[in-house]
Structure formats: structure tokens, C-alpha cells
């Protein structure tokens, strides 16, 4: 089965830049979405299709994907942004199945 | 815009059926799968599987002896069921709508804790 790893956490100060990174076999090959959790609420779309924003989503939210590592950037990191994120894809390689990542909790200092 | 909204029990005995239900509403629930995704307490996120508006489903393959989801588009309603529950399936089930083409999932329902325990 696929697997996707993710870091457990991550740390940034306010106004830096965070990356999270999301790593699978050629998962550039993939399109990965990545979703925001904030404690008690439902997960939240940010990016789809590796590096596309629904709409009402900042521009500080941003995707690359390329090779075996997606990576989800965050400019200018809030406080508001605390939170897990979780990267997905599906794998239509073998049983054709959803896959998330392990999932990241944003910590902003 | 769409909003979907999980109901069903919040406390099933071991061995027993785990029934939930979506309902969509705000737009048709033609032309997308419909997902079930579940989070048990501290931990992350796992896809149950889906169904179409025509009625096709595909499952995780580690609870594909267990499960039925279905669909009923009169009442813009799907459902899931959970054979032969125990407590490690207990978690806060979530209900989302899903892209056909990349299996995205936006948006989501608010998510609804069902305790597996006697």
C-alpha cells in the first residue's frame, strides 16, 4: 500500500515561513491536496492539484510537488494558522484508494 | 453553498452495526462521489470510502468486509454502515463531498463522534 510521511511538527515564528513536506514513492506523479485542522473543527481544503487554492483560501498558502516530496508553504505565518495539516492522494495503482499522510502540527511561536 | 451534516447514534456496542447518514444540502448530490473519512481521538485521518450518484462504491481494502455506504439521491442522503464494531472504531466520522477526478474533499461536514463501548 502507499504510504505518505509527514513531519509530526513543525515550528515557525509569526511572519516567517513555514513548509511542511509530504513525502511518497514518485508522488510527483500525483496530485496531492492538503488540508488545515484546527482543534474541534472539521478539516478545511487549502490546496488541491498540488498547488491550486480554493477559493477564499490567502495567497500565503502555496503547494509544489516534484519527484518524491510535496511541500506546502506558508508565507507570513499567523497565529490563526496553528494548527495539523494533512496531505492526500489517491493511489489508483493498485487496490485504487485514498491515502493521507500521517499529519504535521504547526506550531507558531 | 453545499453543507453536509452527519447524524446517526453516538454510542454503539461492540459487535453491533455503526449506522450514519449525510445529508447534503444547498446542491445536488449528482455528479461528485460522496466520501466517509473518520479521526479516532489523537490521531489522524483515515478514508472509509465512497459512493457515486449512480450508486458505486469503492472501499478502503481494510474495512471492506465490514462496510456498505450507499446512496439515496431522492433525499439527497447517503449512508454508511459498520459491521461488527469494536473500540478501535470508535472516532469522529466525517461525511465530504469528492472530486471525481483527484478525489479532493471539500466540503466537509462538522464530524460526529461514535463511542464503540458496552
Known amino acids: 500500500s502507499y504510504v505518505l510521511t509527514q513531519p509530526p511538527s513543525v515550528s515557525v515564528a509569526p511572519g516567517q515561513t513555514a513548509r511542511i513536506t509530504c513525502g511518497g514513492n514518485?508522488?510527483?506523479?500525483?496530485?496531492v491536496h492538503w488540508y488545515q485542522q484546527k482543534p474541534g473543527q472539521a478539516p478545511v481544503l487549502v490546496v488541491y492539484d498540488d498547488s491550486d487554492r480554493p477559493s477564499g483560501i490567502p495567497e500565503r498558502f502555496s503547494g509544489s510537488n516534484s519527484g518524491n516530496t510535496a511541500t506546502l508553504t506558508i508565507s507570513r505565518v499567523e497565529a490563526g494558522d496553528e494548527a495539523d495539516f494533512y496531505c492526500q492522494v489517491w493511489d489508483s495503482s493498485s487496490d485504487s484508494y485514498v491515502v493521507f499522510g500521517g499529519g504535521t502540527k504547526l506550531t507558531v511561536l | 453553498q453545499v453543507q453536509l451534516q452527519e447524524s446517526g447514534p453516538g454510542l454503539v456496542k461492540p459487535s453491533e452495526t455503526l449506522s450514519l447518514t449525510c445529508t447534503v444540502s444547498?446542491?445536488?448530490?449528482?455528479?461528485?462521489?460522496w466520501s466517509w473519512m473518520r479521526q479516532p481521538p489523537g490521531k489522524g485521518l483515515e478514508w472509509i470510502g465512497y459512493?457515486?450518484?449512480?450508486?458505486?462504491?469503492n472501499y478502503n481494502p481494510s474495512l471492506k468486509s465490514r462496510l456498505t455506504i450507499s446512496i439515496d439521491t431522492s433525499k439527497n442522503q447517503f449512508s454508511l454502515k459498520l459491521r461488527s464494531v469494536t473500540a478501535a472504531d470508535t472516532a469522529v466520522y466525517y461525511c465530504?463531498?469528492?472530486?471525481?477526478?483527484?478525489?479532493?474533499?471539500?466540503?466537509w461536514g462538522q464530524g460526529t463522534l461514535v463511542t464503540v463501548s458496552s
Open positions: 465530504a463531498r469528492t472530486t471525481v477526478n483527484t478525489l479532493r474533499f471539500d466540503p
Open positions: 514518485d508522488i510527483g506523479s500525483k496530485s
Open positions: 459512493v457515486y450518484s449512480s450508486g458505486d462504491t
Open positions: 444547498g446542491g445536488s448530490i449528482s455528479r461528485y462521489y
